[in-house]
């Protein structure tokens, strides 16, 4: 058994070791164990002592549980209370309420534009409100966007052909809007007979979808989409269940940026201002006439952390690159974040990041590593409330509301899952009146079922929480 123990002074992290008897065992021993992948750390965070260990320095795909490595870099390189501005500039002169070049919609990478989670879903209105008190009543030119503060990489190379295209992994730009989520309707017949198109929401010119999603006897949805980003041009396969009226399936919006100049552009033609959309080159002058805030940050990863928020998690991830006055890269973000935690004395050996959310199967990081950044957020952050207060609750909230009920874990229990394929993890803290726990608990490549092994970790973190 490896025993871990904690050092903190002057901001500075160093591991290092000492002794804990206990009789806690994972079962790593059971056949449905025999092949897998573990990696598992747990430490009392009173005395900074090693509770149980199982291969804890061992790479192991984390999936969702990645993403507290995101959020709580970004918290400490942004700040809780940090907003995103998305801004709308003047490019031209405007005389006598006719603004003789364009609008431009300046992006910074914020997630909850025209969000159904959060924020105001009517933001435009208000845009619109504020071209009027710029004093334009009529534009000779045409609604643009700027969206360079993020690479025109759309999606990570990381992820599989797969999921690209799926509303869990939209293209990430620096204009992001209405989740980047496009519900796709379906009308579904006998068994074998193609799935119809019924309508999407929202709508969006000239997109073309390409369906041989088949009608089938199943209960669930087994669809999925394919695509290049901003083409709009899609793909649907698979199957549905049959004899539905409007059966929903969501997909990514291709282009939400230019999704959100139409909208933008409709709205302010219904109120009256005119657009020529007219090709004008009114030189590089740009004035600022409004700017559109974000919900502060802390806000933002609860949704990233609580509800497992792809979109949320990789805005985030990559905006960690403009933080330094650079174009938005995954790259840049990868190593951003590994040189921030080697500065807080943590082994960035251990990490392998690829993307920000922990969709892509090659991330790879150890128990030891999530458990030290989870400790240093506990011990040592000023933003230690934020975060905390981001994760889910057994019994409660989130992705752990399913977890622990009925039993002296409910509500004690503060944490991320994370679940793909052949992947069960978990990391948070065990917070009871006379425990506080940090833990992380890895498997992959185990055999039967997910929900199978997610009782075993549950009742496995429930005889350590007696020790």
Known sequence: MRIFAILFFAGFFSPVFAVVKSNIEFPVSNPEFKTANISISMIDLKTLKNIYSYRPDKLTIPASTLKVITTATALEILGADFRYQTKLAIQGDVVNGVLNGNIIIIGSGDPSLGSSRMGNENFLNEWVGAVRNAGINSIQGKIITDERCFDDEGVNPAWTWEDIGNYFAPGIYGIAYKDNTLKVKFNTGEPGSIAIISGTEPEISGLQI??????????????WFYGAPKSNVRY???AIPMNKSNFIVKADIPDPGALLVADFTQLLQKSGIQIKSTTIKPGDKIQIFYTHLSPPLSELI???????????????????SCNEGKQASNNLS????????????LDVSQLNQKDGSGLSPLNAVSADFLNSLMTWMYKNSKNKKAFFSSLSVSGKTGTLSGMFINTPLEGKVFGKSGTISKVRCYTGYIVTDKKEIVFTVMLNQFQGKSKDAAGVIENFLLNCSKF
């Open 302 to 320: 609860t949704e990233a952390n609580r509800h497992s928020n792809n979109l949320y998690t990789e805005q985030i991830f990559k905006s960690l």
């Open 236 to 238: 649907v396969r698979g």
């Open 334 to 345: 990868v190593a951003i974040i590994r040189n921030f935690w080697k500065s807080k004395g």
């Open 210 to 223: 390409d369906t041989k999603l088949v009608s089938s006897p199943i209960t669930f949805d087994s669809a």
